[in-house]
């Protein structure tokens, strides 16, 4: 009954480096979400995947890419990591209910680019 | 963007109180969730209001969405360290889940 499973769980970077965090939901969702969590912005979209085989840019998409690699796993990838992309990232599978939709998050990256 | 503006952004009170935190925005939602987000977790979902003045009772938690469908709040009676966390709610959009800013809350014992 894992849900949605994160990894790695903290991440130190320096600028410029790259990396990819991984995402995997066992709950047969289409859609699939990742946001940034930062001190008094609540949760910020950064791309999202309605389905397999799609991807969309969200609020903050800028210096971020991902891959919808298939219904289960929604990887994200910093290709040239910056000081102001240090936050807390939280994947999610939603379950779109017709008028009752749930975010399940997994536990979050907790990433810092010095 | 449809901004979800939360109050207060810190509550901190002692156990045995009642509070109440708010949910505002100037957009209609078809539907406005509440989350309890612990450290080191991801939020997990609380409750959904559905329908405008809808009241929905969980335990020590009342939930209510507002006539217009632009805000609810959410009134915790008789807080106990355990009800500690952020507090996030989120309206749907049309492919998304706008989050507020959150209420972090400290009950103290």
């Known amino acids: 009954n894992a849900g949605v499973t994160q990894t790695p769980k903290f991440q130190v970077l320096k600028t410029g480096q790259s990396m990819t965090l991984q995402c995997a939901q066992d709950m047969n969702h289409n859609s699939m979400y990742w946001y940034r969590q930062d001190p008094g912005m609540g949760l910020r979209l950064i791309y999202y995947s309605a389905s397999e085989g799609t991807t969309d840019k969200g609020e903050v998409p800028n210096g971020y890419n991902v891959s919808r690699l298939n219904k289960r796993e929604f990887s994200l990838r910093l290709e040239s990591a910056a000081p102001s992309q240090t936050s807390v990232y939280f994947c999610?599978?939603?379950?779109?209910?017709?008028?009752?939709?749930?975010?399940?998050f997994g536990q979050g990256t907790r990433l810092t680019v010095v | 963007t449809q901004l979800l503006e939360q109050s207060p952004q810190f509550l901190s009170i002692q156990e045995g109180e009642n509070l109440t935190v708010y949910c505002n925005s100037s957009s209609v939602f078809s539907s406005l969730q509440w989350y309890r987000q612990e450290p080191g977790e991801g939020p997990v979902l609380l409750v959904t209001v559905v329908t405008g003045g809808e009241v929905k009772k969980l335990k020590r938690l009342t939930f209510q969405f507002g006539d217009a469908r632009k805000d609810s709040s959410l009134h915790i009676t008789a807080a106990q360290p355990g009800d500690t966390g952020l507090y996030l709610c989120a309206g749907r959009g049309a492919n998304n889940l706008f989050f507020g800013t959150g209420t972090r809350l400290t009950v103290i014992p």
């Open positions: 999610a599978s939603i379950y779109p209910g017709r008028s009752r939709p749930e975010a399940f």
